[in-house]
T-cell receptor, first 112, second 111 residues
């Protein structure tokens, strides 16, 4: 059974650029949630995808968008990057929107 | 509105001593409660969860937590800590479609 994987592990971007982060869910899971974890903070919920549809969204602006593919992998896209977007981005997968989430190791994004 | 408060940002404790990490929550609806552990440069790992039933919940690595509805608390405890328990610990509540995490407690076990 393959766990949740994320790519890339680290990324450096310039303010104003766009970025795409990727997540492969655990085998059999059809739900993916994305979180932003700023340094020294707890994870903040961005949104959740269930069977390719957005199924809930936290308090993040529209420049944070996502996709879920038929194989249930997912992308997080952030447009017009700001310095405050620098954080660890975590992906978690689950089955049928369950609270039993399994987290990936994260992507560390640095915006300069 | 839901929120999670972890009362201690840092907790140093000597090896083999007991530890308690405190968590309080506020919610207008029924919630599920969780504790996660995060080791450096890693994602979060579920330690334990409270859904319903017995208020004392046992998790992995010898941790346990007690749900107290009247005090809206879900404190994490371990009777004897090891060096390997040094990590960041997060309390979380789950409502339909969302998780809310606390700001974390950094547990440092001193040899």
């Amino acid at each position: 059974e393959t766990g949740v994987t994320q790519s890339p592990t680290h990324l450096i971007k310039t303010r104003g650029q766009q970025v795409t982060l990727r997540c492969s869910s655990q085998s059999g899971h059809n739900t993916v949630s994305w979180y932003q974890q700023a340094l020294g903070q707890g994870p903040q919920f961005i949104f959740q995808y269930y069977r390719e549809e957005e199924n809930g969204r936290g308090n993040f602006p529209p420049r944070f968008s996502g996709l879920q593919f038929p194989n249930y992998s997912s992308e997080l896209n952030v447009n017009a990057l700001e310095l405050d977007d620098s954080a660890l981005y975590l992906c978690a997968s689950s089955l049928d929107r369950s609270y039993e989430q399994y987290f990936g190791p994260g992507t560390r994004l640095t915006v300069t | 509105a839901q929120s999670v408060t972890q009362l201690d940002s840092q907790v140093p404790v000597f090896e083999e001593a007991p530890v308690e990490l405190r968590c309080n929550y506020s919610s207008s609806v029924s919630v599920y409660l969780f504790w996660y552990v995060q080791y450096p440069n890693q994602g979060l790992q579920l330690l334990l969860k409270y859904l319903s039933g017995s208020t004392l919940v046992k998790g992995i690595n010898g941790f346990e937590a007690e749900f107290n509805k009247s005090q809206t608390s879900f404190h994490l405890r371990k009777p004897s800590v090891h060096i390997s328990d040094t990590a960041e610990y997060f309390c979380a509540v789950h409502t339909p479609n969302q998780f809310y995490f606390g700001t974390g407690t950094s547990l440092t076990v001193i040899p």
